[in-house]
Every structure is written in C-alpha cells, then in structure tokens.
C-alpha cells in the first residue's frame, strides 16, 4: 500500500493543507530547502516546472541562490558515504 491513495480515503483536503502547513511552521528553513531538494530531484522535468512556478518569486530565488546549491553539497556528501 502507499501513502497518498490511504490519505484521499481518510483525509480531506482541508486536512492535508494543514499537514503542509504544520510541517512548514515548524521545520527549519534550511531543512525545508534539503526537503524540496529531494522532491525536485524526483519530479519529472513537468513537475519540476509546476512546483518553482508555483514558490513566490523571493522563494524561487532563495531556492536557486542558497538551496539549490546547499541540496548539491548535502547530496554528494551523503552519497559518498
């Protein structure tokens, strides 16, 4: 079984909005950027495209200035060891 198909039977979308929200309230921003790091890295290039259209352009732009090439240092690290 997998999560989201679980979630659309038992979860209404009121209440998976506030699971992003609790999770962006009280994760650290650097976490939050290692965070969408992994989930660009496995969207396709179309969703890659719908997910940075759709962060604020001062997001987009911490994004590409701090964490995209944070992501890149942290990736490499954990996948040498």
Do not use: C, Q
Not at 30 to 59: K, Q, W, Y
């Amino acid at each position: 079984m997998t999560l989201l198909p679980l979630a659309a039977e038992h979860i209404t979308e009121k209440e998976w909005a506030s699971l992003g929200d609790h999770l962006v309230a009280n994760t650290p921003k650097l976490t939050l950027l290692t965070l969408f790091g992994l989930v660009l890295e496995d969207a396709n290039p179309a969703e890659r495209a719908t997910l940075l259209s759709a962060l604020p352009a001062p997001v987009r732009g911490i994004w590409h200035i701090i964490g995209r090439p944070r992501y890149a240092r942290h990736i490499s690290r954990v996948r040498a060891a």
